[in-house]
């Protein structure tokens, strides 16, 4: 008798990247449970995303977690800011994106850890990537090993000599080589959803950073984009 | 004309200690922001010792923030365990209690760092104690001391160069420390709320661990315990 495979918490916003991160937690011998965070983003379509991302992958569980951060502002995502529709929008035209949700990355994982002590899981895995960090600072390698040390000193796990293991397995990626990985692991990018801010229909807006990005990584990559984009 | 007092973000759960921390966050000189979460505990009564916290010690705003973490399971204050009535309750009569949330003061931190990110504030106040963090991994100094660490390299305000202060102001209090701090900053400790396991009519339990030290420490200090207890 085998024993079961082990548990591994992954975080799925609905986004390419998100579901690239799954699939290669599953490529890696993983039980998937699936956390998404609705967190009262403009672009709820993404959770519906989510879900999909999640059954396609066999996730073994998906829990879809409300947490309402517009309760504190500061941010495109969440506020009644502005997208960006001219290219990455920064408040001084430099640094750091509007779109950039205070502590978001250090919420999510804090959420994944907490029900990854309660399951047993002692792996969690994020889809931040070399262009996320190169904009938000809770996307960069740095914080991902930080976050780590904290999680062993956090937990009951930890102390008991369990230690967790943070993944980030599309940390060193372009997005042209995470739509390459999609394809090497048979993944269908049009069932993942990056608009910040949809057209009328649920259709990609074209214009906002995420889908820029998005089209261009198809295009770096020499591959077709699945997408339909409004403009 | 002067400029107004900074913001601290104070997690206030309703308890004596969340208390005492918010009333030491007045005295520093900050104005307070109130960051309560409603985790669908089984002591939901502590939030309304939380409002009537924040009330009285004239927060700037007071945030109750639904964050469902029973659907995580794993803890005697979210699931249907039996919150232990015989003196601290472990899983195997030592080391952690059952009551212990997994994670819940790294995601109660994220969130509060979230919070103060967005509204400009850098210092962040909990009521961890020494009492705590002989049950509890994410009541440690050096759990405190890894997240102020950490909440530098997640946020914008850190990389631009304004890192957070993680305020633990009775890290080294015992019980009796604490009631006599409420004593010395003329708070009312009748207002706040410590029962794990609410008697009827919202009546602590005298029972629970908490109330076993809360009571413990009104004796302790030699002070009056407003307290009524139903046994």
């Given at each position: 008798m085998t024993s079961p495979a082990p548990l591994a918490v992954v975080l799925v916003s609905g986004g390419l990247d998100s579901m690239v991160s799954a699939a290669r937690a599953r490529e890696d011998g993983f039980r998937v449970l699936a956390?998404?965070?609705d967190y009262n983003q403009r672009h709820q379509v993404e959770l519906?995303?989510?879900?999909?991302?999640?059954?396609?992958?066999?996730?073994?569980?998906?829990?879809v977690l409300p947490l309402d951060l517009s309760a504190f502002g500061g941010s495109a995502l969440t506020a009644d800011i502005d997208v960006p529709k001219d290219g990455i929008g920064t408040e001084d035209g430099g640094g750091i994106p509007v779109t950039y949700v205070p502590a978001r990355n250090t919420i999510f994982l804090s959420l994944a850890l907490g029900w990854g002590e309660a399951m047993g899981a002692r792996d969690l895995y994020i889809g931040v990537n070399a262009l996320d960090y190169s904009g938000y600072p809770d996307c960069r390698p740095e914080f991902i090993a930080e976050f780590e040390k904290l999680a062993e000193l956090a937990t009951?796990?930890?102390v008991e000599g369990h230690p967790f293991k943070i993944h980030a397995p599309l940390q060193d990626m372009?997005?042209?080589?995470i739509v390459r990985e999609a394809a090497r692991l048979g993944l269908d990018a049009g069932v993942s959803w990056s608009c910040y801010d949809p057209a009328p229909g649920s259709v990609h807006c074209g214009q906002c950073d995420s889908c820029r990005l998005r089209s261009k990584g198809f295009e770096?990559?020499?591959l077709p984009d699945p997408t339909v984009y409004a403009a």
């Open positions: 956390l998404s965070i519906a995303a989510a879900r999909r991302i999640a059954t396609m992958l066999g996730a073994e569980r998906h829990i009951k796990a930890g372009t997005k042209a080589d770096d990559a020499g």
